[in-house]
């Protein structure tokens, strides 16, 4: 195939000294979301009324200003379920709902029908045109599609002033209103044609700065690299007349994969408000994802005005009510987006997190995490998952954050191995208990060769006054290789007269070269962990782990376990 012959490059804007470059932004636009219109369309089973109703209610508690409720009279479903929010007075006074109509006469007259009694309400018409939908939609010149457009604003304006009048003779405070008008596909309208059709709209509604309208721009289909479709907004933004009159809204789609981008470069280039979806659902690849694009903004110290405090419950719920799966690595939601499998990033994740539990009023800075899990009420825990590609860290930090096992940082290769090695002969991930088991299996539970099947220990004191010092006397029955042995010993502590005793048997001569204890459990349940390294006549140096209610016992277990190391 040969492209060229088939597609043509992005006809790009004459915009030489472009601004947006060198712009940040400093505050969140005005969201508004179109899960229960342009989401809702595009699910394989779109939601019930009831299921808009706690969709709607998800929407406000996340803080949405502005939701597009549907298209009331595309279907009885829309109809009935605007009603509903209406005379069931489940819109707060703070939110305004949007309402999307053709700018036909009997849709827009049974639109009004819809939101009649409703406090705030924008009103949103568009038509279509770009190129191809001039020529294979209506047929029509474009100054026949300007003409259509005024008079559908023309029709908006007198059912506005019909149902202000109803309201004020009934005794009611006639509804806010705020226009909203699109071109549907912007991106690839001439520019300057759809600054004609948006100043003709603008001056039959006749907006000024005390009433703005809306100019929703729409990336209907993405079709330009972001810096073209931020050259498009800066363009337009820079060259329309009466730009003091219009709020400048964006409506990106994903179909190159890049609309968060887009509408980034877009708010950068001059746009003040934003339409899009939870998680990106919508038509093909999908509408702007809201919530990737405010959680962005809050990792640069922005308030984005909208609560993804807890985002998995919001997540779940959005499957509940869609059955719209999200992928594993959705940008800040998915399962796997707080997780490292590899080694290197084990680590540096692990020393990071441990520094910050001493002090807490510091700036997030922890390595392969561009935010805090905790700040979307998710945990650490599956931050650090083991598979075949893990490294030393990843295991010794689950054992620790999960099971209180602070092995020592010298004992962390020996660990990272005995796990890897089972992850690699599985070929799959091992969960955190799978780790723990191997850990136990390795060096709690051993009895071969070695195996204390019975130990006491009585402690030696000197004469009252005498400057003989404590010692205590070990007694033990062990096996080595299946035989049994009657051991005895006296050291200065259990730990030290159990390595005597153990010269008797045939084991192996070492001594202890290292030696950690801590606590693990409360109350009651405290038990001590004990970490020994021996180094055997033969320079091998081995780690075992004990662990016992009595903390002389706990050092013994250890190196019980040492000797059992394979």
């Known amino acids: 195939m040969n492209p060229g012959e088939k597609y043509k490059p992005f006809n790009a804007v004459p915009l030489s000294d472009r601004k947006w470059p060198s712009n940040t932004i400093k505050k969140a636009p005005v969201w508004c979301s179109v899960d229960l219109r342009d989401g809702n369309q595009a699910l394989i089973n779109p ?89 294979y939609n209506f047929g029509k010149s474009k100054e026949e599609l300007i003409k259509l457009a005024v008079s559908g604003v023309k029709c908006v304006k007198k059912y506005v002033s019909a149902l202000t009048k109803k309201a004020e003779a009934t005794g009611r405070k006639p509804a806010k209103f705020r226009f909203e008008y699109s071109p549907e596909n912007f991106t690839q309208t001439e520019t300057d044609y759809a600054m004609e059709i948006c100043g003709a709209v603008m001056k039959a509604w006749g907006a000024s700065p005390e009433n703005k309208m809306i100019l929703n721009l729409p990336a209907t289909v993405e079709c330009s690299l972001p810096n073209q479709f931020a050259d498009q907004i800066e363009y337009f933004c820079r060259n329309f007349p009466g730009r003091e009159n219009c709020i400048i809204s964006l409506h990106n789609h994903n179909d190159r994969g890049e609309g968060i981008a887009q509408c980034e470069l877009g708010l950068l280039a001059g746009a003040e408000r934003v339409e899009g979806c939870l998680f990106g659902n919508g038509e093909r690849t999908g509408n702007l994802d809201i919530v990737t694009v405010a959680l962005n903004m809050y990792t640069q110290g922005l308030d984005p005005q909208l609560d993804f405090s807890n985002l998995e419950h919001i997540s779940a719920e959005f499957y509940r009510l869609t059955g719209m799966p999200l992928h594993p690595r959705t940008p800040y939601a998915g399962e796997l987006v707080f997780t490292a499998f590899s080694g290197s990033h084990q680590d540096a994740i692990r020393k990071a997190m441990n520094a910050r539990k001493r002090s807490t009023k510091q700036l997030w800075d922890v390595p392969y995490l561009a935010i805090d899990p905790h700040d979307l009420g998710r945990e650490y825990n599956g931050i650090i998952r083991i598979n075949s590609q893990s490294g030393k860290g990843g295991a010794a930090y689950i054992l620790e954050t999960m099971f209180g096992i602070a092995a020592p940082k010298a004992m962390h290769p020996v660990i990272g191995a005995v796990i890897k090695a089972r992850a690699d002969k599985l070929q799959r991930e091992l969960s955190p208990s799978e780790v723990y088991d191997i850990f136990a299996e390795t060096w709690l539970y051993t009895k071969s060769p070695l195996n204390v099947l019975e130990i006491t220990e009585r402690h030696i004191e000197g004469e009252r006054g005498s400057d003989k010092p404590e010692q205590v006397a070990g007694m033990a029955t062990i096996e080595w290789k299946g035989k049994r042995y009657a051991i005895a010993a006296n050291g200065n502590g259990p730990l030290d007269a159990f390595v005597s005793a153990m010269k008797q048997t045939p084991a192996p001569a070492f001594n202890i070269t290292s030696f950690h204890e801590h606590s693990v459990g409360s109350g009651s349940d405290t038990q001590a962990m004990a970490y020994v390294q021996i180094t055997k006549e033969d320079g091998q140096q081995v780690w075992g782990v004990g662990k016992s209610s009595n903390v002389g016992r706990a050092g013994i277990a250890a190196v019980v376990s040492a000797l059992n190391f394979k």
């Not at 479903?77 to 053709?102: A, G, H, M, S």
């Open 47 to 135: 939601m019930g009324i009831e299921q808009k109703i706690e969709f709607f209610k998800m929407l406000v508690k996340i803080g949405f200003k502005e939701i597009e409720v549907g298209f009331p009279s595309a279907s009885d479903t829309e109809y009935v379920f605007v009603r509903r929010l209406i005379e069931e007075k489940l819109i707060p006074n703070d939110v305004w709902i949007q309402v999307l109509c053709q700018a036909r006469e009997p849709l827009i007259e049974k639109t009004f029908q819809a939101i009649d009694g409703a406090k705030n309400v924008i009103f949103h018409i568009y038509t279509a045109t770009s190129p191809a939908q001039r020529k």
